[in-house]
Structure formats: structure tokens, C-alpha cells
């Protein structure tokens, strides 16, 4: 498991191979329970979302398995753009910046441009976001390096994510939850 999103020159850490994960969002102020990745295959926990505060007024926080706080991210932004800015470790610890996510969106599409710390946010972006019905895409350099398929039922969303090359898993994870939590919801 790979928790270095943002390590060492603003490169993720390269998957061995593929990886396919499940991730299960709890939706809405009434849910009790945590969003949580497992591994596809054998059922194990990789990664738990918390968003602490009543009715998650905090900042959404990954952990890994065992608890420890990888990523948080804060949202800024007005009805005309969005910016979700990604920091190391817990929203308490403040954390240097690993990744910046800058949502362009237009009548007919939506997309995520993805910014590693220290690239500059307004030349090209180190990745991109592209949902398309109910799945969705994440490129480097033209290339897919993750893709998620998904659906809801009730109060949970369900993601099946593909890892492949070039992403932190950890990475990818977070980017796909980011996306469920701006992506439009039908009424």
C-alpha cells in the first residue's frame, strides 16, 4: 500500500501493478457510519474517510488502515469555480500541501484538473479528472492511471476503482471521493 501522494517532488509513488479497490461513501447528516476503501480481493482495509463535526462541518480526513491520518482536504470556491486544496496528514496538524484540485466546468461537462505542490496552478495540470454517466477516468499525460465505476443505493455510493501506474493509491482514493462529492446529484 502506497501512502506518498504528494512525496518527493511532486511525483506520487508508482503502483506495482494494478490495483482494484471498493470504496463505499456513507452519504448525508444522518449517516453514523465511516466511508471506507478495501481491497477488492481479499477484503482487506486500506483506507478510511472520516468528516469530523456534526453533520461533517469539518475537514473530510483519509487514515489508513491502522488509523493514521494520510490526507485532508478544505474546498474553496464560489458558484463559478471550485478549488479543493489537499494537504499531508490530519486537518489538527495543518499539513504541507500535497495536491490541488481546480473543478472546470461548463453547461455540458465537468471536469477536475488535478495541480501536484509546487507545479505552477496555471500551466498544464499533472492529472485530469473525467467523469463520463456513472464512471469515470483520471489521466497523466493522456494516459489512464485510475478508473471508477459507480453507483448509490439508499445512503451509499459505491465506487470499483482500477489503480494502475503513476498513482498513489491513497491518491486516487480521495480524488474519486472528491468527485462524488461535487458531482451533480439527480434529485
Keep these: 500500500m502506497m501512502m506518498g501522494a504528494g ?3 511532486s511525483t506520487p509513488a508508482p503502483a506495482r501493478s494494478s490495483a482494484e479497490i471498493n470504496l463505499y461513501l456513507s452519504t448525508g447528516c ?3 457510519s465511516e466511508s471506507y476503501a ?3 480481493h481479499s477484503g482487506a482495509l486500506l483506507f478510511s474517510l472520516s ?14 488502515a491502522h488509523g493514521a491520518p494520510l490526507l485532508h482536504y478544505t474546498e474553496k470556491g464560489s458558484m463559478l469555480s471550485s478549488k479543493v486544496d489537499v494537504f499531508k496528514g490530519d486537518a489538527g496538524e495543518g499539513g504541507a500541501l500535497a495536491f490541488t484540485v ?3 466546468s461548463s453547461l455540458f461537462s465537468q471536469i477536475f484538473h488535478i495541480f501536484m505542490a509546487g507545479s505552477p496552478s496555471d500551466g498544464p495540470p499533472d492529472y485530469t479528472l473525467k467523469p463520463a454517466s456513472n464512471s469515470l477516468k483520471i489521466f497523466r499525460n493522456d494516459v489512464v492511471v485510475a478508473k471508477a465505476k459507480g453507483g448509490s443505493l439508499f445512503s451509499k455510493v459505491d465506487y470499483q476503482i482500477t489503480v494502475f501506474l503513476d498513482i ?3 491518491m486516487a482514493v480521495l480524488l474519486v471521493a472528491i468527485y462524488d462529492d461535487k458531482r451533480p446529484k439527480s434529485s
Design 102 to 104: 481546480k473543478e472546470k
Design 30 to 32: 444522518l449517516s453514523a
Design 51 to 64: 468528516v469530523p463535526g456534526f453533520c461533517g462541518s469539518g475537514s473530510p480526513v483519509l487514515s489508513d
Design 38 to 40: 478495501k481491497d477488492a
Design 168 to 170: 498513489d493509491q491513497a
Design 7 to 9: 512525496d518527493q517532488h
